[in-house]
């Protein structure tokens, strides 16, 4: 089998790809490991910025984010007993955010693509790419328990962290950079509405909180925990006592009510450059990892696909590899600049187990600047909610 550009990975990155590209008329195929439920359900993300949202509505990808999704104006920070919120709109000229879950993100494009006859293959697993830096790259990957291959013009790895398409640039051609954090988010989904308004990110010395949602009637709740942290080991009453104790929130309690999921993920900053080598392109989570702190993944997955969606378009139509033979260095200038405001949240907002007295009083500066500052404020603002698209 032969298609123009062979996507690996049906996350949020693989498929807006394929519908950009399947929408302009480009062939393509997309090789997803999991099934479509697996797919469909990981819980992930719940912030969408100005600009993703922007690119599912230019998808065709936005009609029930157009009617289901929550618009929110501003973010609240608290530390020390005090609370200070950001006006998004007021600070960015307009600019806003969205809480609506990537599940819920991933369930419109795969219904989309399939609805259009789009090639989107779950349970194929893809084992190797091999003719990175020929004119043909082919794709090993197995379906319904057979052997296939995949000849493509391009292949695209949107296969995650943990993806396999990495391994087909050989070894020194590119540089990746790293930083783990030593501690680790405890999140859980809880049937009950959010006892806040707007996202609350929570600086405590018993460790960051933060209050989120993905419905009115459903929060998304996380703790800092320490790394290796068993869920078995909290509790429903525990979580809930822990939130209220960081919250610093006045009047104190947030409503309880039944806990539905626990997980606790591990929090890392990674870069992977070039995005590109010869023929295969790396998009999303397969080039570069932020802690969460920031709400970015998602985001740059999503601004990874647009940039590289326009240039695999303007090849097909024009015969031109400008855009394509930019696509490394035009995404590694916003992947960093989110890198640097993940970095500064996370280590703004958490409390290091090594970390000194000095050490917090630089961070309650630094929190007590941007609730005085105007343009302390703006600089969160407008990383928050998103720099446009190049
Ligand atoms: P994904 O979503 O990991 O998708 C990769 C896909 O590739 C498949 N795959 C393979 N398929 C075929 N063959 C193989 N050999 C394969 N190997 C892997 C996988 O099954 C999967 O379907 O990457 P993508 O598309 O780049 O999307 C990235 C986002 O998922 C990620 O950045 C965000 O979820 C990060 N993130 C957040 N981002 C935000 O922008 N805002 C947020 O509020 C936010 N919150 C979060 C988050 C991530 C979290 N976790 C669990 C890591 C909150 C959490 C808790
Ligand atoms: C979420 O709702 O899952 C969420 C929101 C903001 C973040 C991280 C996660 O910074």
């Given amino acids: 089998m032969h298609t123009t550009v062979g996507i690996v990975g049906g996350g949020p990155a693989g498929l807006l790809l394929s519908r950009m590209l399947h929408r302009a008329g480009v062939d393509c195929v997309v090789l997803e490991s999991r099934d479509r439920a697996y797919v469909e359900q990981r819980q992930r993300a719940g912030l969408l910025e100005q600009s993703t949202v922007d690119a599912l509505r230019e998808a065709g990808a936005a009609a029930r984010l157009d009617a289901e999704g929550l618009v929110h104006d501003g973010v609240e920070l608290r530390w020390d007993g005090r609370g200070h919120r950001i006006d998004f709109p007021a600070l960015t000229g307009g600019r806003k955010v969205w809480v609506y879950a990537q599940t819920e993100v991933v369930k419109d494009l795969v219904a989309l693509q399939l609805a ?9 697993r893809v084992r190797a790419v091999e003719g990175a830096d020929t004119g043909r790259p082919v794709i090993h990957y197995t379906h319904d328990g057979q052997d296939k291959t ?7 790895g949107c296969d995650g962290f943990h993806g396999v398409v990495r391994a087909a640039v050989p070894e020194g051609v590119q540089r990746t950079f790293e930083r783990v954090y030593p501690y680790s988010w405890l999140g859980i ?4 509405p959010p006892s806040c308004e707007e996202l609350v990110y929570a600086h405590s010395p018993r460790g960051f909180a933060l209050y989120s949602m993905r419905s009115p009637e459903v929060s998304r709740l996380y703790l800092q ?5 068993d869920p078995a080991d909290w509790p429903d009453e525990r979580i809930w006592d ?5 919250s610093g929130l006045p009047g104190g309690k947030l409503e309880r009510g039944r806990i539905t999921s626990k997980s606790v993920l591990p929090m890392r900053s990674s870069v992977t450059e070039p995005m590109r080598y ?9 080039a570069h990892i932020v802690p969460p702190t920031g709400a970015k993944g998602l985001n740059l997955a999503v601004a990874d696909v647009v940039v590289l969606g326009r240039a695999l378009i303007q090849w097909r139509r024009t015969g031109s590899k400008e855009q394509l033979d930019a696509y490394s260095d035009t995404c590694l200038r916003r992947v960093w600049r989110a890198e640097h405001f ?21 961070q309650i500066s630094q929190l007590d600047r941007i609730a005085e500052s105007k ?15 190049p």
């Fill in 116 to 124: 259009d006859g789009a090639a989107l293959y779950f349970e194929a």
């Fill in 150 to 156: 995949l000849t493509c013009d391009y292949v695209v």
């Fill in 189 to 192: 989904m809880a049937d009950v």
């Fill in 225 to 229: 925990v320490p790394n290796g942290t």
């Fill in 242 to 246: 822990e939130l209220d104790a960081r």
């Fill in 278 to 286: 010869g023929r295969v392109f790396l998009a999303g989570d397969a």
């Fill in 342 to 362: 993940s970095y500064f949240m996370t280590t703004t907002l958490h409390t290091d187990p090594e970390q000194s007295g000095f050490e917090t009083r630089l």
């Fill in 375 to 389: 343009h302390a404020a703006a600089e969160l603002a407008m990383n928050y909610a998103g720099l446009p698209l």
